[in-house]
């Protein structure tokens, strides 16, 4: 009998990563799911990713303090900036939102580089989208190719030509609605996921902040209920 | 009146590290100072890192908590594994040694870049060297060229075209004798700057670890004397 495959699996509790880890446990892969504790507005976040490695089986899951508030400079983990709210599709569409955290995919992807050569590790897995005004240049598959290239000349396992380095991307180029659709395939409990930007104290979502609009206008169109919790509104 | 140039030089107290800030700052950039508490044995490392970033006057220096040793699997940030002593020469060229650390400079790089795009900075100097029996694959120059295109495929700079992000490596294929000429001819006060992987309690170099005895051999290549504390021997 073959060992499984190990993979790192960058996790956020979000619907997208959380679809990724599915989609990774689906391919047959030993998960070890990754995430940071960055110093996010809402420990809703690292809970929800929590439950969800838990749920989906995965091997380990590590959660790394990395306070990105140390450079400032952005609405996810400045508390001096305002999350914008009930912007249209329009407003969305202009720009690198001011919730972009700099650089944030170069690192994540730094340290799961790292874990994967420790693990021994040839695949790692990102649940990053290109489509639906998401407008972060470190989620583009331009980049994520460069980053890969970058990783097959920094490692030890690179070097040494005993594995190559693979970066999945599976939700790269889905619509949220195809997200959703494939989320509702792979068996995933929404429920269980958390994707505001502002959540109220008892954790439910705002379902006006870009992230919930975007998750919800996905859910309406794929034609499937959401299960998180909504504040009502 | 022109404003400075602003760059992000990554230090970690050693010699190259130093001598690439003092590099820097004598190219007339303001400099970031970056180091990382990365779990290392010896907080000597950090409080030398804190000497030569005041000595050379960097604008800031800022010093960012990061744990690799979850990771574990190497000598530097591992209290289990022993640190080689009073190899030769034969012995320090043979592949990659147990003080690598997984994917060290990629993570230090990411981070570094975070820090560039809030500072608007385009510039980052680090001091990987890829000649004296290195052997890390991401102190070579192939590694640094990928990780730039990366960088700039990552960043709102890069996708906006405001700026071109340059990564300054001005050791990388110096000797450790030219390296050691180098920082003389800029004024580098040698002693504050820390080299060893295994000092003693007093915080003196132990003069046997592979850095001190590349570091030493590069002193006496060049014919200068190193005023760094030396335990006796």
């Keep these: 009998m073959t060992e499984p495959r190990r993979a790192v699996c960058l996790l956020?509790?979000?619907?997208?990563?959380?679809?990724?880890?599915?989609?990774?446990?689906?391919?047959g892969f030993e998960c070890y799911a990754?995430?940071?504790?960055?110093?996010?507005?809402?420990?809703?976040?690292?809970?929800?990713?929590?439950?969800?490695?838990?749920?989906l089986g995965a091997a380990k899951h590590l959660v790394i303090p990395l306070d990105l508030r140390v450079f400032g400079n952005s609405a996810l983990t400045s508390s001096e900036i305002e999350v914008p709210k009930a912007r249209d599709e329009h407003e969305m569409g202009q720009g690198i939102p001011v919730t972009y955290v700099p650089a944030r995919n170069t690192i994540f992807l730094s340290l799961a580089l790292a874990w994967a050569e420790?693990?021994?590790?040839?695949?790692?897995?990102?649940?990053?989208?290109?489509?639906?005004?998401?407008?972060?240049?470190?989620?583009?598959?331009?980049?994520?190719?460069?980053?890969?290239?970058?990783?097959n000349l920094a490692t030890k396992a690179g070097v040494e030509g005993r594995t190559k380095l693979s970066i999945h991307t599976p939700l790269i180029l889905l619509s949220k609605a195809q997200i959703v659709a494939l989320a509702q395939e792979l068996g995933l409990d929404f429920s269980?996921?958390?994707?505001?930007?502002?959540?109220?104290?008892?954790?439910?979502?705002?379902?006006q902040c870009d992230s919930c609009q975007?998750?919800?206008?996905?859910?309406?169109?794929?034609?499937?209920?959401?299960?998180v919790r909504y504040a009502s509104w």
Tied chains: 1, 2.
Aim: aromatic share 10%; glycine share 8%.
């Design 12 to 27: 956020s509790g979000g619907l997208d990563s959380a679809t990724c880890l599915a989609y990774a446990r689906r391919e």
């Design 118 to 151: 420790v693990l021994e590790a040839s695949d790692i897995f990102l649940g990053v989208n290109a489509i639906d005004y998401s407008d972060y240049p470190d989620c583009r598959p331009e980049f994520i190719d460069a980053f890969t290239r970058m990783a």
């Design 34 to 55: 990754l995430s940071f504790d960055y110093g996010q507005r809402h420990h809703i976040e690292l809970s929800a990713a929590a439950r969800v490695a838990e749920s």
């Design 192 to 207: 269980l996921t958390h994707s505001c930007y502002d959540p109220d104290s008892s954790g439910a979502a705002c379902g």
């Design 214 to 227: 975007l998750r919800l206008k996905g859910f309406a169109e794929a034609g499937i209920r959401d299960t």
